[in-house]
């Protein structure tokens, strides 16, 4: 496993956290007793996203055996856990993240709620599934850690609701340190030459959020987040498969973790 080491400085902190930072995991499974077809989609999947010769589900296994080992204060779970929505991946993810000692912060990724058998019309499908996952509230979660918030946020599918900047509005109004946790990482001009380089000239239109095409709401949540005098202390994301690190706003840092399937985990340490 690679591990990155990070530190974040919130001002206000009296005490020191730990987390685990992940993404992008791209678990498929199915059950020995799904249909031969499921089998062999699980199969074929695992394997594409193996390219260090890791199963995702074995690193899956070791990011939060780590966490576990290191006794964090949580890990952050920021998308595409699953690779694609089904029941044998839903069950897996189900099981082994409650034989975690550590908590975990899921946020759904644009992988949850697609399914490689048929077009899928609302990525929200897998609220369902995964919202045990995410305090049942998949679109809007907040924990109170006391000294600060971290609050979870679906992006997955670029269309951001009004329901949801409400809320968050609501939280920054409390005044405390919000950490906040997404998938698809917000826009900045930092992120824009790695995601060109990885994904291409158009690549930050598809893996990144609050470009002039992209809906209005979620273009107003980009604004909101970039106020240089709010309470959002740090965000956490994945989708571009890179890790990396810059302002989104001034003095305040955006990370997004290289994906989990190649044995990446992000150590980040929250202090005052």
């Known amino acids: 496993m690679t591990i990155e080491k990070t530190?974040?400085?919130?001002?206000?902190?009296t005490k020191r956290y730990t987390f685990c930072h992940i993404s992008d995991v791209h678990v498929a499974y199915a059950r020995p007793d799904e249909p031969k077809e499921a089998r062999e989609m699980a199969e074929k999947h695992?394997?594409?996203?193996?390219?260090?010769?890791?199963?995702?589900?074995?690193?899956?296994?070791?990011?939060?055996?780590?966490?576990?080992?290191i006794h964090a204060d949580g890990v952050f779970l920021c998308g595409d856990c699953a690779d694609y929505l089904s029941d044998g991946t839903a069950a897996y993810l189900h099981d082994r993240i409650?034989?975690?000692?550590?908590?975990?912060?899921?946020?759904?990724?644009n992988h949850e709620?697609?399914?490689?058998?048929?077009?899928?019309?609302?990525?929200?499908?897998?609220y369902?599934?995964?919202?045990?996952?995410?305090?049942?509230?998949?679109?809007?979660?907040v924990r109170d850690m006391g000294e600060f918030l971290i609050i979870g946020m679906d992006d997955s599918d670029k269309n951001i609701r009004r329901e949801q900047i409400s809320a968050l509005e609501e939280q920054l109004e409390r005044?405390?340190?919000i950490v906040l946790l997404i998938h698809i990482p917000v826009y900045t001009a930092a992120i824009d030459p790695p995601v060109r380089t990885q994904w291409g000239p158009g690549?930050?239109?598809?893996?990144?959020?609050?470009?002039?095409?992209?809906?209005?709401?979620?273009?107003?949540?980009?604004?909101?987040?970039?106020?240089?005098d709010n309470n959002i202390a740090a965000i956490f994301a994945g989708h571009i498969h890179l890790a990396h690190e810059g302002e989104f706003a001034p003095g305040?840092?955006?990370?997004?973790?290289?994906?989990?399937?190649?044995?990446?985990?992000?150590?980040?340490?929250?202090?005052?």
């Open 7 to 13: 530190t974040v400085r919130i001002p206000g902190l």
């Open 46 to 69: 695992a394997q594409r996203w193996s390219p260090n010769g890791i199963l995702p589900v074995d690193a899956l296994d070791a990011a939060l055996n780590h966490a576990d080992r």
């Open 98 to 109: 409650a034989r975690t000692e550590t908590e975990v912060f899921f946020v759904c990724g």
């Open 113 to 126: 709620g697609g399914d490689y058998y048929k077009k899928v019309e609302d990525l929200r499908v897998c």
């Open 128 to 141: 369902p599934v995964y919202a045990d996952l995410m305090y049942g509230s998949p679109a809007f979660w």
């Open 175 to 177: 005044g405390k340190p």
């Open 203 to 228: 690549g930050c239109d598809y893996f990144t959020l609050g470009l002039p095409h992209d809906p209005p709401l979620s273009r107003e949540f980009c604004k909101l987040l970039s106020q240089k």
């Open 252 to 272: 305040k840092m955006q990370y997004t973790s290289a994906p989990t399937f190649t044995g990446y985990l992000r150590e980040v340490t929250l202090e005052g």
